[in-house]
């Protein structure tokens, strides 16, 4: 392929100098006739696609950069039987040869050329952001995404927080001693399946159909009368609304579920799961990683259609060995695994457990009451008094396990009803508002009602932790190292005796991974997916994991959030009174927000909100000026839209907040215009320069915004704009020029400057006056 200037620019200004001769060795004995050639040409791939050349070089068709249809081919080397080792061979022989960097790229723009001679795939066409933005290291992007992407997001929240052979696991959720007669009954009889070494017509090959047989069998004959039942898909499209296909579940039977007429007996729906199982034929150690992602991104579907649930059972059967397993907001712990044949009582008790449990074992909400066709909570208003709220529509609920699981509600008094798990280690939200109402504070959301529901330490009482499971050293990434005030979970450097399945690392692989891991940390992403650089945002504490408080608050007045605006108008209003709304929380309060986001601005109507026409809402992450640091494991803020210097570790100040509040302008601007109606005829951008913005490291992320916000920058990110648009972009470069002024050096800078604050508040809700007079 012919290169063009501009490419032959990015290619000599980013050099790959050596960091691709690791892979010469390996690619000389790739064989065609040997199927493993994928996982080689998937490395070297991983490693091209996170060079800084990859995220500058512009794609063949000219739309987008390289980076991202590198990592479309990657997926599809390893997931596509279609594509062959002839087509890599080019690239092949450049990397084998050393050969200069302008083959190696050209080699790779031919391989695009080839393999994605068309549009990009479907999941970069769409914008992915629309709904809820999230504060975790996961499901930051669409359920559109590659099923690697969603699996390396999970990874991220449950990496430093999963447990195996918790201790009073059995006692807590399968104790017999709590059980009915008819339930013991039930352990009883299929204990008769056992002949003392193993089950009786246990398949000898234990293929899935033969498994699923046998359990049917049991359910059959020994839990005919259990209120749930077992259930197994074939095809993925059985589940309504989102892709996935659980080997085994359980809910209730089908036809006490209310259905659609149009829907039959096969059809289902994670919000009727109870329990999720997934089986495999033969056990494999060196699979623990790979299959417990796979039974957590179920436990993500299961939790975003019952945004409510306290946790979620699991299990994965593999050959005769099983481990159970519950999902929280804090993380996923296990029984441990054992064998069902040596263990038969265990086995017993998890199958009459699954399928009689009460709600209050099963995780479900047990707050919300269902009467008449609505669902109604009890909660207690200022004075302490009970009052009960009927929910109506949900508003907002995060796709996401390991995080403040924020769902909300409209409720029958035009009220916003919010459901969330916020760390133990933050100030709760009802006294941030109270205290923010008790100091005159305009423009943000009153308390009406409040009720604190229950807390993960409670939920997890009896239970005993001995250590995060330590995960094998090649699944471990160093994103970006550690803030120099947090400290490592020092208990996770001891190894229990008990938890003789949690590593499958040899000890002189671990001394290797441990003399490396300092290394690691300061490399940089080339060697990582895009799927799997996604920044986190959690990260380890003293404590092992993450308390959380369960609360329900409902707050006033309600409205619509700003990515629903109907008009230029409307948008610009809203985000200039939210802004109104931030200076008065600042100054009045004492209070700086910490978490501007598309998400947390809501259109309001000013009869109802003192005059405001847009307001602020979720102070959970907010905090008190001039106080220490609270301890939470989460760093503050929503990807997309962190402040430069706050994704370069910087202290959190009001001017962080003013440029999220420009980020999220642009956003709404140029990826949620699109969906609101405003393109008309136009069509957006194939492949958005926005992606950048929630895909990489936090250092990747804080280099692209700083670039997108020189003058230049700006103007080409606006381009995504439809022209209904435009008149908005002058007020983006006043914006820009106000929050990123030059310094002596005639460089921009990032900082907040000292002194009154409405230095800077003042010009930015001036511009936004301006900008909304002249519509």
Not at 119 to 127: C, D, E
Request: proline share 5%; aromatic share 10%.
């Amino acid at each position: 392929m012919t290169l063009s200037e501009e490419q032959i620019r990015v290619i000599e200004n980013y050099p790959l100098e050596d960091s691709l001769s690791r892979f010469a060795a390996n690619l000389r004995d790739l064989k065609v006739s040997d199927e493993s050639w994928r996982s080689g040409i998937a490395s070297l791939l991983l490693a091209i696609l996170g060079s800084i050349t990859a995220h500058h070089l512009p794609a063949p068709d000219g739309s987008g950069d390289v980076a991202l249809r590198l990592f479309t081919i990657r997926q599809k080397a390893l997931d596509c039987t279609s594509l062959q080792l002839a087509q890599f061979r080019p690239l092949v022989d450049a990397v084998i040869a050393n050969s200069p960097d302008i083959d190696i790229w050209s080699a790779v723009l031919d391989l695009i050329a080839d393999v994605l001679p068309s549009t990009p795939p479907p999941s970069s066409l769409a914008p992915t952001f629309r709904g809820t933005p999230i504060k975790t290291s996961s499901s930051r992007l669409a359920d559109s995404e590659t099923r690697e992407i969603v699996e390396g997001e999970l990874f991220e929240e449950i990496k430093n927080c999963t447990f195996r052979n918790v201790g009073g696991f059995w006692d807590k959720f399968f104790d017999p001693k709590s059980w009915r007669k008819e339930q013991n009954a039930m352990f009883q009889g299929i204990m008769t399946a056992h002949d003392g070494k193993r089950w009786t017509n246990f398949p000898t090959v234990p293929d899935e159909k033969p498994v699923w047989d046998w359990l049917r069998s049991l359910e059959e004959h020994y839990l005919g009368n259990a209120p749930y039942k077992l259930h197994t898909t074939r095809t993925a499209n059985q589940f309504k609304e989102r892709k996935g296909q659980m080997d085994l579940f359980l809910q209730k039977p089908t036809k006490e579920l209310q259905k659609p007429a149009t829907e039959t007996d096969d059809t289902f729906w994670y919000k009727d799961v109870l329990v999720i199982g997934e089986q495999k034929k033969s056990f494999n150690t060196s699979r623990f990683k790979a299959d417990l992602l796979q039974l957590t991104r179920y436990v993500r579907s299961v939790f975003a259609d019952q945004p409510t649930r306290r946790f979620v059972h699991a299990f994965s059967f593999c050959a005769s060995k099983i481990e159970l397993w519950i999902f929280d907001r804090s993380g996923a712990y296990s029984s441990g695994l054992f064998d069902i044949h040596d263990e038969p009582d265990k086995f017993a008790r998890a199958l009459v457990g699954y399928t009689t449990m009460d709600d209050d074992l099963m995780g479900l909400d047990t707050l919300v009451e269902r009467r008449d066709g609505h669902r109604y909570v009890t909660l207690y208003d200022a004075n302490g008094n009970e009052t009960r709220v009927r929910l109506d529509k949900a508003m907002i609920r995060q796709k996401a396990i390991v995080c403040r699981g924020t769902t909300c509600y409209e409720t029958q008094n035009s009220h916003v009803a919010k459901f969330s798990w916020a760390s133990d280690k933050r100030k709760p939200e009802v006294e941030q508002l109270n205290l923010a109402q008790a100091m005159g504070v305009e423009g943000v959301a009153r308390v009406v009602a409040h009720r604190r529901i229950t807390s993960i330490a409670e939920m997890r009482d009896g239970l005993q932790f001995l250590r995060a499971h330590r995960f094998r050293s090649e699944d471990v990434h160093f994103d970006d190292p550690p803030l120099a005030t947090e400290s490592t979970n020092t208990s996770s450097k001891r190894k229990s005796s008990s938890d003789h399945t949690s590593d499958d690392v040899s000890e002189s692989k671990r001394r290797r991974y441990n003399s490396q891991k300092s290394k690691l940390s300061t490399e940089s992403n080339e060697q990582l997916s895009i799927g799997k650089t996604k920044p986190s945002l959690y990260t380890p504490g003293e404590d092992m994991w993450e308390n959380r408080v369960y609360s329900c608050l409902v707050v006033e007045p309600a409205g619509r959030v700003i990515s629903e605006f109907r008009t230029v108008r409307e948008l610009l209003e809203s985000e200039r009174d939210a802004i109104k709304a931030h200076r008065s929380l600042y100054v009045k309060g004492k209070i700086l927000h910490r978490d501007i986001s598309s998400n947390n601005i809501i259109i309001t109507k000013p009869e109802v909100a003192d005059g405001f026409k847009g307001m602020l809402i979720d102070l959970d992450l907010a905090k008190v000026r001039d106080s220490g640091p609270s301890g939470a494991r989460h760093q503050t803020g929503t990807i997309q839209f962190m402040a430069i210097e706050v994704l370069r570790k910087t202290d959190h100040t009001y001017r962080h907040d003013l440029e999220s509040f420009f980020y999220v302008l642009l956003w709404m601007c140029a990826r949620q215009s699109w969906n609101n109606g405003f393109g008309g005829i136009e069509k957006p951008a194939r492949e958005s320069l926005f992606r950048k913005w929630e895909i990489g490291s936090f250092r990747d992320i804080a280099r692209i915004k700083a670039g997108d916000m020189t003058v230049d920058g700006l103007e080409v990110i606006m381009s995504e704009f439809p022209k209904a648009l435009d008149d908005v972009k002058p007020l983006c470069f006043k914006i820009r020029k106000i929050l990123f002024p030059l310094n002596k050096d005639e460089r921009m800078s990032f900082g907040t400057p000292v002194g009154d604050p409405d230095q800077v508040y003042g010009p930015i809700i001036a511009a936004y006056d301006e900008a909304i007079g002249k519509l």
